[in-house]
């Protein structure tokens, strides 16, 4: 497991040096990575000169202290902090920006990052489509950019296209209340430290796309491609999903589909990834087995199949959950191709040190960490859950497949969805059985749709989608369909993936100790809990708010909490700013009252 061995080091460098204030190492770190790298190439050319392979260890040792300074430079070059052109470090007026996303129209605000190419300390001429090149000087970062539209004639902006704005950018701040979403941290694991907000008069949109050209492509055939959907799907809610599911294009999906898909635990369906690519390589694989007699027929096979996933990536317009899968799903091919036997484990490594090398952030994504977990949890956990029953029948024996494999990749990620989303759907199991035959239908059908123009089977298609989404409403409505408001720290989130790991090692390799060790920390991990609790039992506090528009204050006493508000239980204010803060000071009962007397004190305790 060659890449397992390298990635280890590799990643644990990025996360070591992941924070901005370990950039003056940089150069000492260069030297000491030279120097490990000269040892590497004397050691190797006087390998049996010197008969170095009787300290095979100090190699090795060398090798991975390699590994890790090398993942420390990447991960401090990525930082845009590091670049002596970062444009905060310049006295500018106007920046020259060029889009790197789709934008995301919110009402009346159009979202999106941006990489600034050029600043200029002197005002250009924003009234006139000419501007003087020598003006503009060089200049590198990503911002945050936010523009207010014209009711009347709003604009519309593609990926690739350049902009002239002003250089009013500001930090990005951190949270205001507690346990609210951190989006300054969110956006620092996507080198985004800065935003501005402009409005639609205020920018100047030159007739210049710099774009990649192929993303360009690929984002406008997914747009022909969901334009193809609308025009077939009547239902909203139909229409979100199918080119959420297929095409990965999630600006319409509702807040309340993204609830139910959520609270029954298949929302790893709606994220198109490995399991969409497995599909595809799965009917792939069974229509063209008649390849698979000769050694050149089955290169013509792997080609065709790596053409049409790769095809399939560019129709999603590259969702960086599908290059992933498809970049692991290729490594399998490959290897499959070129060797009889493959290591999984070294296929998964080998994609996850690709993504990291060309972005060492990318260890921080969400989606990153759960595909991985969940991929890992397949080919470890499943074989050994499938073994516990052997069904006769064939049906039953698919159906058996099928929990296993569900059982797998929701015990791999527990841990990490819990952290993330602080939620457990207890129903996982009915749901993914639920969706699985549904999902794939779907998903053919939709491709098939928009490859050969079957417009028939657009009812269908509709009816199927509208049939899933309302089997998944009633399963998120039944009674314990999940428990809520789990809140864990970073130590303690430790403390469960080391506990788990063991207890899954014990389990499998029928170690005594190891249970021991894994029901030791499962215990220690549960009484901190419920010191939690106890404490959380007998608070007594106030919270007051920062809101923009809005107010809210909360006396809580034990469980209980009287809120003083103008916001309603259904306000996205209330749900992003102030239910999370409740549910973590384990509030099950909230009483809103809508006005705040006047006292000099807001606390009656």
């Keep these: 497991m060659v890449f397992v061995r390298i990635l280890i080091p590799f990643a644990l460098g990025i996360l070591s040096f992941y924070s901005r204030e370990t950039h003056f190492l940089f150069y000492y770190l260069l030297i000491l990575n030279l120097c490990l ?18 300290h095979i260890g100090i190699n090795g040792v060398i090798l991975h202290c390699f590994l890790f300074v090398s993942g420390s430079l990447s991960s401090i070059l990525y930082n845009n902090h590091t670049n002596t052109d970062y444009y905060i470090l310049k006295d500018s007026k106007y920046l020259k920006i060029r889009i790197t996303e789709e934008p995301k129209k919110k009402q009346n605000i159009i979202l999106f990052s941006a990489i600034v190419t050029k600043s200029t300390p002197q005002k250009p001429s924003l009234t006139s489509k000419k501007h003087d090149i020598r003006l503009f000087y060089r200049a590198s970062g990503k911002i945050r950019v936010s523009i207010l539209v014209n009711d009347t004639n709003p604009i519309t902006l593609k990926y690739g296209e350049e902009l002239i704005i002003h250089s009013r950018f500001t930090e990005i701040p951190a949270p205001l ?36 050209k192929l993303i360009r492509f690929a984002l406008e055939l997914r747009t022909k491609q969901v334009a193809v959907y609308r025009k077939l799907i009547k239902n909203d809610d139909a229409f979100a999903v199918a080119s959420t599911l297929i095409l990965g294009y999630r600006a319409d999906l509702s807040p309340q589909m993204l609830d139910i898909y959520s609270k029954t635990g298949t929302i790893h369906a709606l994220s198109v990834s490995g399991m969409h690519v497995g599909l595809i390589y799965l009917v792939l694989n069974w229509l063209l087995y008649f390849l698979d007699k000769k050694k050149p027929t089955r290169l ?46 070294n296929i998964i490594a080998f994609a996850a040190f690709c993504l990291l090398v060309y972005n ?61 989303f602080h939620m457990f759907p207890l129903y996982f199991l009915l749901s993914n ?38 089997g998944l409403d009633r399963i998120a409505k039944l009674p314990f369909s999940g428990i809520s408001a789990i809140w864990i720290s970073k130590m303690e989130l ?112």
């Design 37 to 54: 790298f000269t040892s590497l190439i004397i050691i190797n050319i006087s390998y049996n000169k010197r008969n170095i392979h009787r």
């Design 177 to 212: 209340n507690p346990a609210e979403f951190d989006f300054k941290a969110w956006l620092a694991t996507q080198n985004i430290y800065h935003q501005i907000f402009l409005k639609q008069h205020e920018l100047v949109r030159l007739n210049t796309n710099t774009g990649n």
């Design 300 to 345: 013509i096979k792997t080609i065709l199949i790596l053409s049409l996933i790769w095809f399939y990536t560019l129709l999603t317009g590259f969702s960086p959950s599908v290059l992933r899968a498809a970049i692991m799903i290729s490594a399998y091919i490959l290897a499959k191709l070129f060797t009889r036997t493959t290591n999984s484990y």
């Design 360 to 420: 060492p952030f990318l260890i921080w994504d969400v989606g990153f960490q759960l595909t991985f977990l969940a991929v890992l949890g397949l080919i470890y956990l499943q074989p050994k859950i499938e073994c516990w029953f052997h069904p006769k029948n064939s049906w039953i024996n698919k159906i058996w497949s099928t929990i296993a494999m569900s059982l797998a990749a929701q015990l791999a990620t527990y841990p990490f969805s819990v952290y993330y």
């Design 433 to 470: 059985l639920f969706i699985t035959l549904p999902t794939a239908l779907i998903m053919y059908i939709g491709l098939i749709i928009l490859l050969f123009k079957l417009d028939s089977l657009g009812p269908l298609f509709e009816w199927l989608i509208t049939f899933t989404n309302l």
């Design 494 to 605: 430790t403390v469960l993936c080391i506990a788990l790991m063991l207890f899954i090692m014990a389990i499998s390799e029928a170690k005594k100790q190891t249970l021991i060790i894994a029901v030791t920390l499962f215990v220690g991990l549960q009484s901190f809990m419920t010191y939690d609790k106890l404490l959380a039992f007998h608070q007594k506090s106030t919270i007051r708010f920062t809101l923009k528009k809005n107010y809210a204050v909360a006396l809580i006493h034990s469980h209980k909490a009287i809120l003083f508000t103008d916001l309603n239980s259904e306000s996205k204010a209330f749900k992003y700013f102030v239910k999370p803060a409740l549910d973590q000071h384990k509030v099950t009962q909230i009483q809103f009252r809508e006005a705040i007397a006047s006292s000099p004190s807001l606390n009656p305790y």
